[in-house]
């Protein structure tokens, strides 16, 4: 049989395409992004018409999947962790009105914070929503996982999430492809047309049905196989795995392991397995990638039955991503460990390109800012946090995408002024055009940057809703056009932006200052795909 | 056979390639693979490393467990040593010779080399230098497959054949280009 040597996220938009999926949306985010590049960049799906599309952000990715389920069709929205933040609210009402054509949700998760401000937990998130959560523990599942999860979706008329890890989403091996295809769902709206009307009568009604359909999700999680029970020689210990925690587990017993496990990949809560476990053996670990979900709650609040280890007494870390090695400890066998790190060793983060023009943008505004004082810069999240390092020390914020606009009001109004405000061209679009509003309505003090580098840099260029559309969106949210500066971000026009900035500062009121110069990798990649198709 | 690599880097430098050649020379062999990759805010000239395990019965982990990768291959001197913690007692380190310096505080290169030669069993390969005396810089991870390659259990006909399959669509220059790169490591002898 065929292997196709696919990432994790790769498998998931492949069986996506393979399952009859008909539309595909998405915001970037790492470790998601690579779900919907593989749609956009696959010939297949192309061939059969999936629709897929980059959206403003992960609220209007949600909604626009939840609007094509209730079309009848299957659909995808994808994103990262927070990213399920600012879709929450189409996601936990799509629980109550329900899907009609199959409808997943992919989250994925970031342990140890490779990329992100967090770690939070999506399947909180699954379980705040009482929908099917799965947890795939290797590439194969991921891929067989997404029909069944359609299925899953269409029989119960219910959202369905996947979360996946860094490690899965970012880690290639063979998986095997379903010989058939399947053929998209045809255009059919949902037989009773106020389903999706969620006044409160009907929201009463809807919340009634999915209460009442928990236990048959249960009965689905204790049966579809997702979730196996695995006997064991060894009763002193039983183990419950949850989504990768399993690799990392036999890793440390390639030839069996002796005791009991559980091996989860599928919410809700599989409860009569784990009452199983629980009965036949002496005390529990529970490994699980992200927070300690299904520990805390075999343990309960006040820890009285059998001794439960994990996360949350020490056994494993509370924090942080877990690895093959600190769950040998964990099961108490001799970890191998090589050499310490030689001293030496200095860290490297990462840092702006060479001939970013983020970087020039900073230099003028830390030269137009030098005769005020320091703690004033609100920023947001992209390339340009970079600039909170050394040696440009340029920002004192990053909370969440489009913070950078709304804190600065807030500390303008708490006579913070003038206070900046800095934001890429892709967060702007992505939720700080609403901040904008608020400035505007309320005249305050603030200097926004929009950095706009014509793409969507961090996550690796993709298309930004921004692009030729900043002057005319500041226009109409009612900023004064002569307080609209557009700069281009180079070193000989140093001196001119730094004028041009210290000019707004002097102003008091909303002005929107838009350095403007094409991100440098974007730009060397359009160059090469030009050579290429110069030289062919 | 079973092998598990740690492939090391700077983001932009190229490891993702060197895996997947070392990957398709294993799955033509019919070998499982798994490897993990950095995507992300790292790519942006930070610390890079790609884990790449391959073997002959199927692998659970992602991730290589400490003390037991069998060889790491560095494009850059100090991020070799920064996996140290992962070798195997008899695991081998091969390492780029030229620093890749875009950090103020980049540490003593001898103090660096004299860490990389205290290793029982390594390569230290000036494969910059290497690949500006064929005129051609952007093959320098190629040569330090080729130095890699007595170590990775492969033959070395197997390792050009995945290396002509890699670069099959960029055309025939291409394809010599990096094979040359390939042998000069290869031939690489340490003194
Ligand atoms: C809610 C949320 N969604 C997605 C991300 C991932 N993310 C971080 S920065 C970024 C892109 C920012 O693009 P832009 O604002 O244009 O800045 P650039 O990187 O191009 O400088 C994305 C998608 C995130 N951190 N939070
Ligand atoms: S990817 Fe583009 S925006 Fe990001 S640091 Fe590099 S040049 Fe700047």
């Known amino acids: 049989m065929n292997k196709l040597l696919l990432l994790g996220d790769e498998a ?221 020689t060894n009763h002193s210990l039983g183990i419950i795995t949850c989504g990768i925690a399993y690799n990392y587990l036999m890793e440390n017993y390639p030839n069996g392991c002796p005791y009991p496990i559980l091996k989860i990949g599928q919410h809700p809560i599989p409860k009569k397995m784990v009452k199983k476990l629980y009965d036949s053996c002496h005390e529990i670990l529970v490994i699980e990638e992200g927070y300690p979900l299904i520990e805390d709650h075999l343990k309960g609040m006040l820890n009285l039955g059998k001794p439960v280890h994990g996360r949350l007494d020490g056994t494993l870390p509370r924090d942080g991503e877990l690895n093959p090695t600190l769950v040998a400890k964990a099961l108490g066998l001799p970890a191998t460990m090589g050499l310490p790190i030689p001293n030496i060793v200095t860290p490297r983060p990462p840092v702006l390109c060479k001939g970013c023009p983020h970087n020039d943008t900073y230099l003028a505004l830390n030269e ?34 489009g913070a950078s606009i709304t804190m600065a009001k807030g500390a303008a109004d708490a006579g913070l002024t003038p206070a900046i405000a800095v934001i890429g061209d892709s967060t702007f679009t992505h939720s700080g055009i609403t901040g904008l509003v608020d400035c505007v309505v309320h005249n305050s003090n603030v200097k926004i940057f929009i950095l706009d580098n014509f793409t969507t840099a961090m996550t690796g260029g993709q298309p930004s809703s921004a692009y030729n559309r900043l002057v005319d969106i500041c226009k109409g949210v009612g900023v004064p056009e002569e307080h609209i500066r557009v700069l281009k971000p180079l070193p000989k026009n140093h001196e001119e932006n730094v004028k041009a900035i210290q000019e707004e500062l002097a102003y008091n009121g909303v002005s929107v200052i838009i350095p403007q110069r094409e991100c440098i990798v974007t730009l060397n990649k359009r160059m090469r795909e030009k050579f290429k198709k110069q030289t062919v | ?160 054949d995945a290396i002509r399959q890699m670069f099959k669509n960029k055309g025939e220059d291409v394809v010599n280009q990096n094979i040359q790169a390939f042998e000069i490591g290869y031939n690489f002898k340490q003194n």
């Not at chain 1, 939070?120 to 929503?129: E, I, K, L, N, P």
């Not at chain 1, 703690?375 to 990053?398: H, M």
Request: with cysteine; net charge negative; proline share 5%.
């Open chain 1, 368 to 401: 137009a800012l030098k005769n005020y004082s320091k703690g004033r810069v609100f920023s947001d999240i992209g390339c340009y946090t970079l600039g909170a390092l050394p040696p440009l020390e340029s920002i004192n914020t990053c909370v969440d995408m």
């Open chain 2, 1 to 160: 056979m079973k092998k598990d690599i740690i492939l090391a880097g700077v983001g932009g430098q190229g490891i993702i390639s060197l895996a997947a050649i070392i990957g398709l020379a294993a799955l033509n062999k019919g070998m499982y693979l798994k490897q993990s990759e950095v995507h992300g805010m790292s790519q942006r000239g930070g610390d890079v490393m790609s884990n790449l395990r391959i073997s002959d019965n199927p692998i659970y982990s992602d991730l290589i467990p400490c003390g037991q990768a069998d060889l790491i291959i560095s494009l850059e001197p100090m991020e070799s040593l920064r996996y140290l913690p992962y070798l195997n007692p008899h695991g081998w380190l091969i390492a780029n010779k030229a620093p890749y310096v875009n950090i103020p505080n980049y540490p003593n290169l001898d103090d660096i080399y004299k860490e990389i030669t205290r290793i029982e069993k390594h390569v230290l390969i000036p494969a910059d230098e290497l690949a500006k005396e064929i005129g051609n810089e952007k093959v320098v991870n190629m040569i330090v497959l080729g130095a890699s390659a007595p170590h990775l259990g492969f033959g070395k006909e197997e390792m050009l």
């Open chain 1, 12 to 232: 998931i938009a492949q069986a996506a395409i393979d399952a009859g999926l008909s539309g595909i949306y998405a915001y970037p985010g790492t470790p998601s992004t690579e779900i919907p590049e593989y749609v956009h960049a696959s010939k297949q799906a192309k061939e059969l018409n999936i629709v897929a599309s980059w959206c403003a952000n992960e609220k209007t990715a949600m909604e626009a999947a939840i609007g094509m389920s209730y079309a009848g069709k299957r659909a995808m929205v994808t994103m990262k962790h927070v990213g399920l933040n600012v879709a929450a609210d189409g996601f936990i009402n799509a629980s109550i009105t329900g899907a009609n054509g199959g409808l997943i949700v992919v989250a994925a998760d970031d342990p140890s914070m490779h990329s992100s401000q967090n770690e939070q937990d999506s399947r909180f998130y699954g379980y705040f929503a009482m929908i099917p959560v799965f947890e795939p523990a290797n590439q194969q599942e991921a891929y067989d996982m997404v029909h069944y999860a359609f299925d899953l979706s269409e029989k119960y008329g219910l959202p369905t999430l996947i979360r996946i890890t860094t490690r899965l989403a970012h880690s290639r091996s063979g998986v095997i492809r379903k010989e058939q295809v399947r053929p998209q769902n045809s255009l059919k709206l949902p037989e009773d047309l106020r389903q999706f009307v969620l006044l409160p009568v009907i929201a009463r009604r809807n919340y009634k049905k999915l209460l009442s359909l928990q236990d048959k999700l249960e009965f689905e999680a204790e049966n579809s196989g997702y979730n196996q029970y695995i006997e064991g």
